[in-house]
């Protein structure tokens, strides 16, 4: 049974993205672990009192009752979409974020983690250094990042981005599985620049090779790879976008605000990043 992590504050984006959550580990028939990390100040004992380890044992046990207080909310947003089957664990640690997911990716052999982000005005700060762009390209298991535009509605369509080298090639068929669980489709795209070194055999052989499978590949001659990836998701109604992680400038380019401004309610879906 896959494993999938969701780290929450249990802010209206967290709630949001757990729903995408609980939608995903139906798909790939999953279990949910559910993180809730939180910092203790910093301090030196040789300059405070004894008593002052009574503040740390006391925003501990806050920490504790808000997640006690909280997970039974989350269970009820299970159980209005008749989720409730789904098996869930539960962690509180305290320390820094990235540390602890990284921790529990190892301890409890985590197979993706799902969290949420703030959105499309919020795309370029999240690829920049927030909590979820900062988790996107510092662990090795695939993330879904889920904006809190993004309302969860059944996979139709896959998008997926290539270059058709043989690192693709694997995860094209990672997303297949996803694909197949769900009944969907895959549309690949392969934003060809002046620049490109893939030649129309290797196309070619991609096609040949998944031609018994639900993909179309598209190849389109362009040096704006951006703009190229945004209009495939608009005019292709992609409803998930998968890609390998690439350069975080990358990212930021791609979900630049002042650049999509019309595209920009389309571009509120998740973004499945798997790792090269």
């Known amino acids: 049974m896959k494993k999938i992590l969701f780290p929450t504050d249990f802010s209206e984006v967290a709630n949001n993205a757990f729903i995408h959550?609980?939608?995903f580990a139906k798909i790939v028939k999953g279990e949910l672990v559910l993180l809730h990390t939180f910092d203790l100040p910093v301090y030196d004992n040789q300059f405070f009192p004894e008593n002052y380890n009574v503040i740390f044992e006391s925003i501990e046990?806050?920490?504790f009752d808000v997640?006690?207080?909280e997970i039974p909310k989350l269970r009820a947003i299970a159980e209005e979409r008749k989720l409730d089957n789904i098996k869930m664990s539960h962690r509180l640690m305290d320390g820094n974020l990235l540390y602890n997911i990284k921790r529990s990716?190892?301890?409890d052999k985590i197979d993706f983690v799902v969290m949420g982000t703030s959105g499309a005005t919020g795309w370029e700060a999240f690829f920049m250094g927030t909590n979820t762009g900062t988790v996107l390209t510092?662990?090795?298991v695939p993330v879904l990042s889920i904006p809190l535009e993004a309302k969860f509605k059944k996979i139709e369509t896959i998008g997926f981005t290539t270059r058709f080298r043989t690192k693709d090639k694997k995860a094209l068929k990672e997303v297949l599985k996803i694909a197949k669980k769900t009944d969907a489709k895959v549309r690949c795209l392969y934003a060809k620049t002046n620049?490109?070194?893939v030649s129309e055999n290797t196309i070619k052989d991609w096609e040949e090779e998944f031609s018994d499978e639900p993909i179309v590949f598209s190849?389109?001659?362009s040096d704006d790879v951006q703009e190229t990836i945004r209009d495939f998701i608009l005019f292709q109604e992609i409803d998930v976008l998968a890609m390998l992680?690439?350069?975080?400038?990358?990212?930021?380019?791609l979900f630049r605000p002042s650049l999509v401004q019309k595209f920009s309610n389309r571009l509120d879906i998740p973004i499945l990043a798997m790792h090269e």
């Open 21 to 23: 959550a609980l939608e």
């Open 245 to 253: 992680t690439y350069k975080r400038n990358f990212f930021v380019e």
């Open 61 to 63: 046990l806050s920490q």
């Open 195 to 197: 620049n490109s070194d």
């Open 67 to 69: 997640f006690k207080d």
């Open 219 to 221: 190849v389109i001659l």
């Open 138 to 140: 510092a662990v090795d």
């Open 105 to 107: 990716i190892k301890e």
